[in-house]
């Protein structure tokens, strides 16, 4: 939890935190946790991912009152 108040890295290319491109696969990998545990998907657009991730941080990160 207390990454999310993390700046972005230096070598961070899509501008989003979460959201970072892999030479390996050449896909935009969309990561967050739940529970503890490290979940992440992979998708051929950068969009996609940011969106993933920004609904992801929502449903996962957001304190329901």
Known sequence: ENNQNASIGKKNTSGVQGVHFSK?????????????KQKQKSFANKNDAIDH????VKLHYVKRI
């Open 53 to 56: 991730r920004n609904k992801m």
């Open 24 to 36: 390996d696969t050449n896909k935009w990998i969309a990561r967050w946790h739940v529970d503890g």
